[in-house]
């Protein structure tokens, strides 16, 4: 898909452990006939072969995807011949020429805001991806980010939802019109323990999943990419669409922020 601006879809598919490779590529072709059109990915997921399986298997025209990946300082490096390379790997193990969008995993260890990013524009120069994204950044490091790239990335890649909502990040990305990608929209399960979640899914008769979704995407210039692996958890987030939260229900998931966070590294750029 080459992406507008204005064109992303608001239901994407996470892959991330989602490693056993006929599991991995039976869940991405399942997702693409339910109707998903976005694939999330990543080098240090292990899974892009299967990821490019389950496309592949599926009868989904490739233009009519966004597949996603990224790359990793612990795997090709971030430095500007690794980028190159890794990119290159990536389109290779899922059998793609291109990839729709390529993230910075996480700015870390090598990362080299022009090194790294000039490489990323090479790569678009040459056809290789389409989008630059960014992944886990600091605001200090997404100014950095915006003052070496000529254009503006299209998407921005965070760990988002009920207990994690990322305000400044969020405001950021609206003045800037990036698309925030909410990562782990689900807290990696752990909305489902919330009685708040319960109560608004009961009052709906909808899962907590979709109370998630839902309220992540009642916000501006947000998407999301839950993981699931079965047809029945990929079917009910992908339903969320429908789902239109009230006032009083956003109200009641904005008073409950406490700041947990279940992704994290040692070195991550908000703890310095
Ligand atoms: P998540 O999407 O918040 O939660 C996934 C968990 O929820 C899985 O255990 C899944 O189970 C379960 N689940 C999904 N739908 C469900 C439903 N409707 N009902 C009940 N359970 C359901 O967690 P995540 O995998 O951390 O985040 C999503 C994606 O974001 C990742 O897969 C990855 O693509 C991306 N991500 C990116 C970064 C980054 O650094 N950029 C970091 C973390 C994640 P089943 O698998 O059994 O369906």
Redesign the pocket.
């Known amino acids: 898909m080459r992406l507008s601006e204005n064109d992303f879809p608001a239901i994407?598919?996470?892959?991330?452990?989602?490693t056993v490779p006929d599991e991995c590529a039976n869940?991405v072709q399942t997702a693409l006939e339910l109707g998903y059109r976005h694939i999330?990915?990543?080098h240090?997921?292990g899974n892009e072969e299967s990821v490019g399986r389950g496309l592949q298997q599926s009868d989904i025209e490739r233009d009519d995807v966004v597949v996603a990946s990224?790359v990793h300082a612990e795997k090709f490096g971030l430095d500007y011949e690794g980028v190159i390379e890794g990119a290159k790997k990536s389109c290779e193990r899922m059998n793609l020429e291109r990839l729709d969008l390529l993230?910075v995993?996480?700015p870390v260890l090598q990362y080299d805001a022009e090194e790294t990013l000039s490489a990323f524009e090479q790569l678009e120069r040459d056809g290789v991806i389409d989008h630059v994204g960014l992944?886990?950044y600091s605001i200090d490091l997404l100014d950095e980010a915006l003052s070496v790239l000529d254009e503006t990335p299209l998407a921005l890649?965070?760990?988002m939802?009920p207990f994690l909502h990322q305000d400044e990040i969020l405001e950021y990305a609206q003045e800037h019109d990036i698309w925030l990608?909410?990562?782990?929209?689900?807290?990696?399960?752990?909305?489902?323990e919330s009685d708040v979640l319960q109560s608004i899914a009961e009052k709906h008769d909808v899962?907590?999943?979709?109370v998630?979704i839902a309220w992540l995407l009642s916000k501006d210039n947000v998407r999301?990419?839950?993981?699931?692996?079965?047809e029945?958890?990929?079917?009910?987030?992908l339903n969320a669409v429908d789902l239109t939260l009230d006032e009083e229900d956003i109200k009641r998931i904005d008073n409950v922020d406490r700041q947990e966070r279940?992704?994290e590294r040692d070195d991550s750029p908000w703890l310095e």
């Open positions: 994407g598919l996470g892959t991330w452990q989602n869940s999330d990915t990543a240090y997921y990224k993230y995993h996480w992944s886990n890649q965070m760990e939802h990608i909410a990562y782990s929209p689900l807290a990696r399960g752990n909305v489902f899962s907590e999943a979709q998630s999301v990419i839950p993981k699931a692996s079965s029945a958890h990929l079917r009910d987030n279940y992704v």
